[in-house]
């Protein structure tokens, strides 16, 4: 059911002003409550929900149109808190200890839930994903709360996510209780997801801890195929982001892959046909003839890339175009895997490689 209006605060970075407070303190009332209160992180804005709640859970899942089968992330004040929800095997606590020592970070880890967690966050799973935001606005509304907040992407489910407040109440006005607009998220892409509950840690959605980090931090790490393939038909979605279309514009989507020249060629080739976005590089913006050129970072600043990535895919949805074209990154190294990552689903996997 919609809301006849969604309350709108501003909150500074460092949430210490008495405004700041008071907002934090209304939104906390309103997650204790069962409501649900959009928040920003240092990823992206969140949709949050008491999440030892099921009613509140199955709100969000509503709010979302989310299928139900997508679990939903626990953001927790500190890592202290991560046995009150999850059971640590002791094989797995050297692990874990190392994984905490990031945190606030953006990462997720996966352990086995305890009965406390309801299996609608879960999605039935015996699993559990747990993380601790970095951004002082989450970690505050979480500690007034006294509650983790379950919390996916703040948009309808399969859109962009988005990363700032302007992108939230585009997708959630009226669907959410309450959205804290802290300005814009610095990673620009959702957390990195890490299981601890495989034979070896795996590595299920890449973002701001690389899995070059991951891998020097614990030695062996192994990367799902989901990563950069679609799921299997019948597997199951072990964690948030592995739908096979998400984080998508209004238009098709193709994805650019390989020499630069030649696929620069081919877009211009593309767009002399039809009404065209394209998304790609600094660099390469001079080169493209298209109705639109949106552009972010280089290759040697990809973090830019990164951080503007959903901003653009979802600025594609206000202009008059027919069809979208993505340039993918040159390698999968560092963040350049979570852009891969996002962009191959959001074009439904349709690759050009030259």
Do not use: W
């Not at 298209?290 to 594609?316: C, E, P, S």
């Amino acid at each position: 059911m919609l809301l006849s209006k969604t309350l709108v605060r501003p909150v500074s970075r460092n949430a210490d002003t008495p405004d700041d407070r008071a907002a934090l303190q209304t939104a906390a009332d309103l997650i204790r409550r069962g409501g649900l209160v959009v928040f920003p992180t240092e990823t992206v804005y969140g949709l949050g929900a008491n999440g030892l709640d099921e009613n509140a859970a199955r709100a969000i899942y509503a709010a979302k149109g989310r299928p139900q089968n997508n679990p939903l992330i626990l953001h927790l004040s500190d890592a202290s808190e991560i046995p009150l929800y999850c059971d640590v095997p002791e094989k797995i606590k050297p692990l874990l200890e190392k994984l905490t020592s990031l945190m606030p970070a953006p990462l997720t880890v996966i352990l086995p839930a305890k009965p406390v967690v309801p299996k609608t966050i879960t999605a039935g799973l015996p699993n559990v994903a747990v993380r601790v935001p970095t951004s002082k606005i989450a970690r505050e509304l979480i500690r007034l709360a006294g509650v983790p907040i379950a919390a996916p992407s703040a948009n309808l489910s399969g859109k962009p996510s988005p990363t700032c407040a302007r992108h939230v109440l585009q997708d959630m006005d009226g669907r959410a209780d309450m959205v804290l607009d802290g300005g814009d998220c610095t990673y620009g892409v959702e957390s990195t997801i890490i299981t601890l509950c495989e034979e070896f840690p795996t590595l299920l959605r890449p973002g701001g801890v690389t899995f070059e980090q991951l891998d020097g931090l614990l030695g062996e790490v192994h990367m799902s195929h989901a990563v950069l393939e679609s799921l299997k038909p019948g597997e199951a979605v072990l964690s948030p982001g592995m739908m096979y279309k998400h984080y998508a514009p209004a238009r098709p989507v193709e994805l650019i892959k390989g020499d630069r020249a030649k696929g620069i060629a081919y877009v211009n080739e593309c767009a002399k046909e039809q009404a065209a976005a394209v998304l790609c590089y600094d660099a390469d913006a001079p080169q493209i003839k298209a109705k639109a050129v949106l552009h972010a970072g280089g290759d040697d600043n990809t973090g830019a890339y990164a951080a503007r990535i959903f901003t653009m895919l979802r600025d594609t949805d206000s202009l008059d175009v027919d069809k979208v074209y993505a340039f993918l990154p040159k390698d999968t190294s560092g963040i350049s895997l979570a852009v891969y990552n996002r962009l191959l689903r959001a074009a439904g996997f349709h690759v050009k490689e030259f």
